[in-house]
């Protein structure tokens, strides 16, 4: 086959031929496959060819048909296009020729294809006039480059050598027309500056840039099928964009990127076209769904983009934010031959994913980028329901509704098709139902069973949820809760049948089979009146067993009716009742004596009158009784009270003989049989001739004392409460006190008394304390006399008892009933109150506080409340208590205290616990004091309504009332039985800043701060004293113990004097270190740890000095006394060291154990051990003064028996004077120590003279003076040792002689007065000689060698 040349054409046959025999096995090809003409037109090679092909042509017997036969012709040489065309133009047609017996007859010969080759082993073909291309090709016709400039040239065909058609073909009409054609929006940009001409549609360079513009378009996309029009929209600033559109058939991308490489070589380069950059959007053929319509949070949807493209680039969006993979988004693409589709599927979407999503298909080449868009907006809704049933009550036992249940429901705001529906049941009662749905909702019925709802049970909540699903991803539930409630079995018994008399206590207990109730009440039904019992302090509720205890103490008439218990569960009441019926019978305190004291005389009648109100309806059996024996009485009625009365004879057992004083009572009995007594009536018998005083109100002698009642006939409750005392006086009774109550006063104190007793007591108490602020204002006057003091102060006390709603009008009127009572006016009536009815003003205190402890919060508020000396504020601890309980307060005298409670130690109170401080301006200063201590400062109470298991922390900080005032203390009161107390500092540590004592306890009440008036007595003198002897005594001892080193050989050559010098070197010791610490206490000021070390060892080492100095005795009395017996040095040794820090040790550790853990071991400003708290100093004292009364003994012991000694007395010489040395270190050390002590015992006395603290400083300093003089270097041996130490061959001669004559000056011959006393005390007022050789003994000691005398 001849190679391809550059040039091809295609001739288009028309033949006619005509046969007359075929064959049936023949292949017929109608068409002439190909003819090459060289360059040369060699005929010959065109006639071979056609011969060649004639011999393959069979003949059939067909009738004469027409063929099309397609010729194409291949040239080397393009420029013989021209030439071969008019050859075939310019033959005679038709023409007949025979091939292989065929008659065939060319008809006409038309060229309708050209091919020229573009390289690349391509050719561009293209149609000659009057030939089109078929419609199958025109999604592939492009503008081909070698004829791209020729503007009338009709567009090619490219394709890949060889070419196999397919070829032009005769035009009829628009063969590559689509219909009506497309509008493609395009933008390309110029790199040129935008002007704002080409905004403007009517300026020469808008109108030179479209024209010149479209031009080229109309160029270069003439080739496009379909083509109509290209055409400029408009310029946009970006350099210039050019917006334009072209009309054409629906064209494929290469056909327009092939198009737009033409654009620039069609327009001037001036306009600076940028080729990458045609553009085209198509934002109407990409079809974009969502699956479901409806979508809810929680919801899997499916957003599908399809488009007739293909392209595996895809761009998701979301709002203008680029969509990625992730575990909640998935993309998927999926590519056809003509289409391409992507799936994004989200997962629980919620609103967030809200908004507007956009698909982009992109095709993009170096010279086109094609845009499919396609936009959808989203919105995620939340499934809501919108109606269902609401929490709803169940009576378990109830027949109706276990006969039809109750139907729960619920239902969401639309239908959507694939809706379901479920509910689950959750709770301690599992009663279950049945479910149905309908529409968009889900139906669920009870069916109610009494046996799965126990009474143990009651109360509880089973929750119902119903579950609705949209069947995407997304479902709601909702919680109906079902309280299930069951009518409680209650009973309620009695301590008593049905009766009770009056002052009688009772209790009624009521208890219900179901334990979880909500709450208990109590109520008494008194005919038509239905009465609340509100007694907190009365009524004891529990759960498990579920009871409640109603506990009378004082019965009374208000307490008479028919007593309902009921226990509620929300609107569940169970009730039980009883009849309880208080019988009438007199208080003790109602009941009016008459006389109260009173004095008799032998066989004289004496009348004894005991009353009762008149209002009391019960006959009552009254008798007296006088010395157990009873008497009849009468009757009568006086004012508003009911009297009775009988005449007393008394006889005495001797005549003229004085007897004891009689006790008289009257007794009353109800016809229960009750009795009840009154007070004691005193009767004195007294002789005929002693009586001065006589008349009405009774006999008596000269100052006898007699009590009468307080009589108001008038007065609505028929008397007074207390007394008038009568004194015989000059032959008259004269009123010597009146404690009789003012009547205002007394009312009050009735009306108190009854109240606390009322079942209504909480609710009446506002009103009653409204009643007492006005007419304790009103009888101010009255209040002058300590019995109506004293009465107030009662009555505060009852009511206090008694819980009252935190509101601002009854607090305000508590606190200024106590403000009245406790200012200035009245200091002088407490004074007078006190000695008569001694803790009143503690009363007071504990009534205020207790009082503050039972406020309740309204509204989760105490109200602060201020008075003209009280001042109240407080909180309620909630579950939002997150700072500091933080108070402060100040009084109209600009004192100031603070009070802190850190967060921590509120945090552990429980909920709704209150904590309310009460700040006192007045009132510390009619607690007792202890002088000559005075509070010097405000007084705080701060209380909280729960007990707590542990104590409470509390800061508090005070301003000093009186500057000038020293020793602060921080103290409490501290109640005791029957309300006494005192002050007390324990648990407090005190800090004084400036002006200020701040305070910090462990524990609440009531504080203040004690300080002395006394200036402080700790002067220069005193501290130089201390300090300066306490060097000397220190370096006494150093010296002491140097000096027993040196000597220690030549001095401890026997038993006793060995045993002598262990003591007094242990002693020198002890002090040595008891002074060090001593020291110590200088440098540790308010270091409380550090100072309880301190004081352990300080008095350890004090004590183990005087143990020693006891050994030394003890040593001293066994030798004198115990002249036989020898004990081992190593038992004496044990013995003494076991005394001298055994016994010191033990006390010491049991101080500390006993007084630490109550804070009491240590004084509050001084090192030292307590006095004030703990008498711990007693741990010191005791031992001390023991052990100087055993030393002065044992002294007296030694001299007794150096003056007179027995005949059996046989110990040597040396053992003698060590002895006398001995004797001499005890008679002259422990009067020394002793006294140093007495001393020190005297300053602890508050008003103790300076003279005895400067004495105290400078004996107990100078002690290790002492002890290095007398009992060191007065020892004559330990000088003789000393000199010999510097003579040593002097001391060695000495030692060799077997005996010595040693001129000894007596024992205590030396030039100091006490030495010549004692001397001659003993009888030794002269020299002598001794010389002695002592014989062995059986002892070790006692070996046959010289003993040096102890002098």
Not at 608 to 633: M, P, R, S
Not at 844 to 855: A, D, I, P, Q
Request: aromatic residues 8%; neutral net charge.
């Amino acid at each position: 086959m001849p190679s391809w040349g550059t040039a091809a054409l295609c001739c288009l046959f028309l033949l006619v031929a005509e046969t007359y025999q075929t064959s049936q096995d023949s292949d017929f090809d109608p068409f002439i496959q190909y003819a090459q003409i060289d360059s040369t037109l060699e005929e010959e090679r065109l006639h071979s060819e056609q011969q060649r092909q004639k011999r393959n042509v069979l003949t059939f017997d067909f009738p004469v048909m027409e063929y099309t036969v397609d010729i194409e012709v291949s040239l080397t040489d393009s420029s013989f296009l021209g030439p071969i065309k008019d050859y075939f133009k310019n033959l005679n047609l038709p023409v007949s020729t025979n091939f292989s017996n065929v008659e065939m007859t060319v008809l006409s010969i038309n060229v309708t294809t050209v091919c020229l080759t573009t390289g690349e082993n391509k050719s561009c073909c293209s149609c000659e006039s009057g030939y089109a291309w078929p419609r199958a090709v025109c999604s592939d016709l492009i503008t081909c480059p070698s004829v791209g400039l020729a503007s009338k040239q009709s567009c090619g065909y490219m394709k890949q050598l060889p070419f196999y058609g397919p070829y032009c073909e005769p035009q009829m009409g628009d063969p590559c027309g689509m219909g009506e054609p497309l509008v493609i929006n395009m933008s390309v940009r110029l790199d040129t500056d935008f002007t704002n001409d080409l905004r403007d549609s009517s300026s020469q360079l808008y109108k030179k840039y479209k024209a010149d513009l479209e031009k080229a378009f109309n160029e270069s996309y003439r080739c496009l099928p379909g083509f109509v029009l290209a055409t400029v929209i408009s310029f946009r600033p970006g350099s210039v964009s050019v917006n334009y559109e072209v009309k054409a058939a629906s064209a494929t991308f290469k056909q327009i990127e092939n198009s737009n490489r033409f654009v620039p070589q069609f327009l001037d380069a001036s306009y600076g076209l940028i080729p990458t950059s045609f553009t085209t959007e198509i934002t109407n053929q990409t079809n974009f769904t969502v699956s479901p319509v409806d979508i809810f949070e929680g919801d899997t949807i499916t957003l599908i983009c399809e488009t007739n493209i293909t392209s595996e680039n895809v761009t998701w969006y979301h709002s203008g934010q680029i969509i990625s993979s992730s575990n909640r988004h998935s993309l998927m693409i999926k590519i056809t031959r003509r289409t391409s589709k992507t799936v994004l599927k989200i997962t629980e979407v919620t609103a967030m994913d809200s908004g507007s999503y956009m698909c982009i298909f992109t095709n993009s080449s170096l010279h086109y980028k094609l845009i499919y868009k396609a936009n959808k907006a989203i919105d995620v809704s939340s499934l809501h329901i919108i109606s269902h049933l609401n929490d709803i009550d169940v009576m378990c036992n109830s027949p109706e509704m276990q006969t039809n249940g109750p139907v729960l429901f619920c239902c969401i705001d639309r239908q959507l098709p694939s809706l379901t529906g479920d509910w689950k049941v959750n709770g301690p009662i599992n009663i279950t139902g049945v479910s149905s749905f309908t529409g968009n909702c889900t139906e669920y019925k009870l069916k109610v069973n009494a046996l799965l709802c126990p009474p143990e049970k009651s109360g509880t909540v089973t929750t119902y949820t119903c579950e609705l699903c949209t069947g995407h991803g997304a479902s709601i539930s909702q919680n109906i809760q079902v309280t299930y409630f069951r009518t409680a079995h209650v009973t309620i018994t009695s301590s008593i049948k049905t009766s009770v008399s009056a002052g009688r206590s009772f209790h009624l207990t009521c208890t219900s089979n179901v334990s979880n109730y909500d709450s208990i009440t109590w109520e008494i039904q008194d005919r038509n009146n239905m009465k609340i019992i509100d007694c907190a302090t009365c009524i004891n509720n529990s759960k498990f067993p579920a009871k409640s205890v109603l506990s009378v103490r004082t019965a009374t008439e208000d307490w008479s009716g028919t007593y309902i218990c009921t226990f509620s569960q929300k609107y569940v009441n169970s009730s039980a009742n009883v009849t309880i019926t208080v019988v009438p019978l007199p208080l003790k305190q109602n009941i009016l004596l008459d006389p109260i004291m009173a004095f008799i005389q032998n066989n004289e009648l004496q009348a004894l009158k005991c009353c009762i109100h008149a209002k009391a309806g019960e006959n009552y059996d009254v008798t007296f009784v006088v010395q157990q024996n009873e008497f009849q009485v009468g009757k009568k009625k006086e004012g508003n009270l009911l009297c009775y009365y009988t005449m007393y004879n008394y006889t005495e057992p001797k005549p003229d003989s004085d007897t004891s004083s009689l006790q008289a009572y009257c007794k009353f009995v109800n016809h229960m049989g009750d009795e009840v007594r009154s007070d004691n009536i005193i009767l004195k018998p007294v002789s005929g001739r002693k009586v001065h005083c006589s008349g009405s109100l009774g006999i008596g002698e000269q100052g006898a004392k007699i009590m009468k009642p307080c009589t108001e006939l008038n007065n609505e409750d028929g008397f007074n409460r207390g007394n008038v005392t009568y004194v015989c006086s000059s032959s008259s009774w004269m009123v010597a006190r009146n404690d009789c109550l003012s009547v205002p006063i007394n009312n009050l104190l009735l009306s108190a008394e009854s109240l606390v007793n009322n079942p209504r007591a909480r609710a009446e108490l506002p009103k009653y304390l409204e009643v007492l602020q006005r007419k304790t204002a009103e009888e101010q006057s009255t209040l002058n006399y300590p019995a109506n003091l004293g009465a107030i102060v009662t009555i505060l006390d009852l009511v206090s008892s008694i819980p009252v709603d935190a509101k601002t009008a009854s607090i305000t009127n508590f606190l200024s009933t106590v403000d009245m009572i406790v200012n200035d006016s009245k200091i002088e009536t407490w004074e007078a109150l006190d000695k008569q009815q001694p803790h009143k003003s503690s009363l007071l205190l504990l009534s205020v506080e207790r009082f503050s402890e039972l406020l309740q919060p309204v509204n989760n508020t105490i109200p602060p409340v201020n008075t003209d000396t009280i001042q109240l504020d407080g909180i309620v601890v909630t579950e939002n208590s997150k700072a500091d309980y933080s108070k402060k307060f100040i009084s109209k005298e600009n004192l100031t205290v603070n009070v802190l409670i850190n967060e921590g130690e509120i945090q552990t109170l429980p909920q709704n616990s209150t904590i309310v401080s009460v700040a006192y301006s007045t009132l510390g200063r009619i607690l007792p004091q202890s002088k000559p201590m005075l509070v010097n400062g405000l007084l705080l109470t701060t209380t909280v309504s729960r007990n707590r298991s542990q104590n409470i922390s509390i800061n508090m900080t005070f301003a000093k009332k009186n500057a000038s005032l020293k020793e602060p203390q921080c103290v409490f009161w501290n109640f005791g039985p029957n309300s006494s107390g005192d002050w007390n500092s324990s648990g407090c540590t005190p800090t004084e800043v400036g002006g200020d004592v701040i305070c910090s306890c462990s524990h609440l009440t009531s504080f203040s701060i004690l300080m002395s008036p006394d200036e402080s007595r700790q002067g220069s003198t005193e501290d130089y004293i201390t300090y300066v002897g306490l060097a000397i005594s220190i370096l006494s001892l150093v010296v002491c113990i140097i000096i027993e080193s040196l000597v220690w050989k030549y001095v401890t050559n026997n038993t006793t004097s060995y045993m002598r010098h262990v003591c007094i070197l242990n002693i020198a010791m002890s002090l040595l270190l008891a002074d060090i610490w001593f020291l110590v206490t200088a440098s540790i000021h308010n270091k409380k740890h550090i100072c309880t070390v301190v004081t352990f060892f300080i008095h350890l080492f004090y004590l183990s000095v005087f143990f020693w100095m006891l050994s030394l005795g003890l040593i001293l009395f066994y030798r004198l006394v115990f002249i036989l017996h020898n004990t081992s040095k190593t038992t004496q040794k044990v013995l003494a060291f076991c005394l001298g820090y055994g016994c010191p040790f033990v006390i010491a550790v049991i101080t500390i154990a006993v007084t630490l853990p109550r804070d009491v071991y240590t004084r509050k400003k001084v090192c030292w051990l307590n006095w004030e708290d703990s008498n711990a100093l007693l741990a010191f004292v005791v031992p001390v003064l023991i052990i100087v009364a055993i030393n002065l003994f044992i002294t007296a012991v030694v001299i007794i028996k150096i003056l007179r000694p027995t005949i059996g007395d046989r110990t040597n010489k040396q053992e003698k004077n060590s002895l006398i040395q001995i004797g001499k270190s005890v008679a002259i050390l422990t009067p020394l120590l002793g006294l140093t002590w007495g001393f020190g015992l005297a300053t602890i006395i508050k008003s103790s003279s300076r003279a005895f603290h400067i004495l105290f400083a400078l004996l107990n300093s100078l002690q290790g003076l002492f002890i290095l003089v007398f009992g060191t270097l007065w020892d004559k041996k330990i000088q003789e040792a000393l000199l010999k130490t510097n003579s040593l061959s002097r001391w060695s001669s000495q030692q060799t002689k077997s005996t010595s004559l040693i001129l000894v000056t007596p024992m205590f011959a030396m030039s100091y007065p006490f030495s010549r006393t004692f001397n001659n005390l003993c009888g030794k007022t002269g020299k002598y000689r001794v010389s002695s050789s002592e014989p062995s003994s059986s002892s070790s000691e006692n070996t046959s060698k010289l003993y040096s005398l102890l002098n």
